[in-house]
């Protein structure tokens, strides 16, 4: 038995797989050993065990946002070697290896993450060989659900947006338009705040404002992430993307892509079912 993690900033996935088959799923809130502590980490470790029949598996794969230095991942990897002290072996590996992973299995290809954040490196037999620099929110995250989220929050407080759109969002929201700026410096995860408007947004989709918002965004992506990390990598690499923002706005990264010439062969919402039969296969079951 072995139980796969992919968690990001907004929710995690917890699937059990035995036998050679899915046994069991359930899903927490997002984990990030940048924002959460490690009792906040053990406590959702807990609820997922207790949601998934306190299972006691042979290994735990474990792919997370914040966890590419050793430090973050030794955070992580304590919490599951305590909360599953059954498991022989316990791997805290960076979201990108699991997107690549999924989408790629032991293939080359340019794997991109668009979701609460975004990121994007080479992948070949399941190692990440190149990667994107990954400023965070503050800096980066061109192409994901918080880019996207606080690029339509700054229009909606600049007056930029359409007054159906804006009386639609404040009714949502249940805050004024002079308590949305302070409530947004006060939070802790602006990020994820920003990303959980990804499905009121794209109910617009259509409309210019939000269109232009959108396609602004991905036109970031491919220029400052996907351009550079295809420099001297064969023309016809697969490209392949996963996450919230990237299968809720499928069209409008195809889009993106189109517009520079690349084309987006594969994209999932959340890599956690391409991660079980990756580790499935490498278990010999396939």
């Known amino acids: 038995m072995i139980l796969v993690i992919d968690a990001g900033n907004t929710k995690a996935d917890w699937a059990l797989a035995d036998r050679g088959a899915l046994a069991g799923t359930a899903a927490t809130k997002g984990i990030s050993p940048y924002f959460n502590t490690p009792k906040e980490i053990t406590a959702l470790a807990e609820e997922a065990a207790v949601a998934l029949g306190r299972p006691n598996p042979q290994a ?36 990108l290896t699991g997107a690549g992973r999924a989408l790629f299995g032991h293939q080359r290809g340019l794997a991109i993450i668009s979701g609460t954040g975004s990121n ?38 600049l007056d930029k947006l359409p007054d159906d759109i804006a009386s639609a969002f404040y009714q949502k929201c249940e805050l004024k338009a002079t308590d949305l700026l302070s409530h947004l410096y006060s939070l802790k995860k ?85 991660l079980v039969d990756y580790h499935l296969a490498q278990q010999g079951h396939h």
């Open 60 to 95: 735990v794969y474990y792919y997370g946002t914040g966890c590419q230095d050793a430090r973050k991942q030794q955070i992580v990897q304590r919490v599951l070697q305590e909360v599953f002290s059954g498991s022989h072996h316990v791997e805290v590996l960076d979201d």
């Open 120 to 157: 994007a490196g080479i992948i070949y037999q399941g190692v990440v060989t190149k990667k994107t620099r990954s400023l965070g929110y503050l800096l980066g995250d061109e192409g994901s659900g918080s880019h996207i989220g606080f690029a339509f929050l700054k229009a909606l407080l």
């Open 190 to 274: 602006p990020q994820t705040y920003a990303a959980s408007w990804v499905p009121f947004i794209s109910g617009y989709a259509k409309h210019p404002v939000i269109r232009s918002i959108v396609s602004e965004s991905f036109d970031a992506m491919v220029s400052i992430m996907i351009k550079p990390m295809l420099e001297g990598e064969p023309p016809e690499i697969p490209i392949g993307a996963c996450g919230g923002g990237a299968s809720v706005f499928k069209e409008e990264m195809e889009l993106a892509f189109d517009r520079r010439g690349l084309s987006l062969q594969k994209i999932v919402g959340s890599p956690i079912h391409g």
